[in-house]
């Protein structure tokens, strides 16, 4: 055990990118925890994340377990955050799973034929789903999900 303390020391002191990790989220974690004790998750989501959290749980509430969610490319610019946040995909796949997600720019992913929905982010999407679907939305909401496979509006 003693080894294993002194391994996990070690990285954190000598590689600069553990103790980014150690200092960026066990730090801020547990800063968060400390300081509102009664929150709950979502809560303590919503203070650290802010409206990046509140976009994918309307996401996951509108969308079934089974969806295929089209997102905008990462050169889409959100009102959120700068960096990550619901433009990744891998951080909302932690939050949305077991749907599936695929950028819209990757051609070769087999995924972008089958998607039930589209995440419309900074008023991206509607444009996509006029191109590649024909359907046209006269309200055009910055921020929403929609399914892909419906009657034409």
Not at 59 to 76: C, Q, W, Y
Not at 98 to 110: G, Q, S, T
């Amino acid at each position: 055990m003693l080894f294993t303390f002194l391994g996990i020391y070690l990285l954190i002191v000598g590689v600069n990118g553990y103790k980014f990790l150690w200092t960026r989220y066990v730090f801020s974690n547990l800063e968060v925890i400390r300081k509102y004790p009664y929150l709950s998750y979502d809560e303590k989501m919503r203070i650290k994340l802010h409206r990046d959290y509140d976009f994918v749980m309307y996401v996951k509430r509108n969308t079934p377990d089974s969806a295929v969610i089209v997102m905008p490319p990462l050169s889409v610019k959100s009102i959120f955050r700068k960096n990550n946040g619901a433009r990744s995909k891998l951080w909302d796949e932690y939050f949305l799973y077991p749907r599936k997600l695929v950028y819209a720019d990757e051609k070769n992913n087999p995924l972008l034929e089958k998607g039930t929905h589209i995440m419309i982010m900074n008023t991206w999407g509607y444009d996509y789903l006029e191109k590649k679907y024909g359907i046209k939305y006269t309200r055009r909401d910055p921020y929403t999900v929609l399914p892909i496979k419906v009657e034409k509006r």
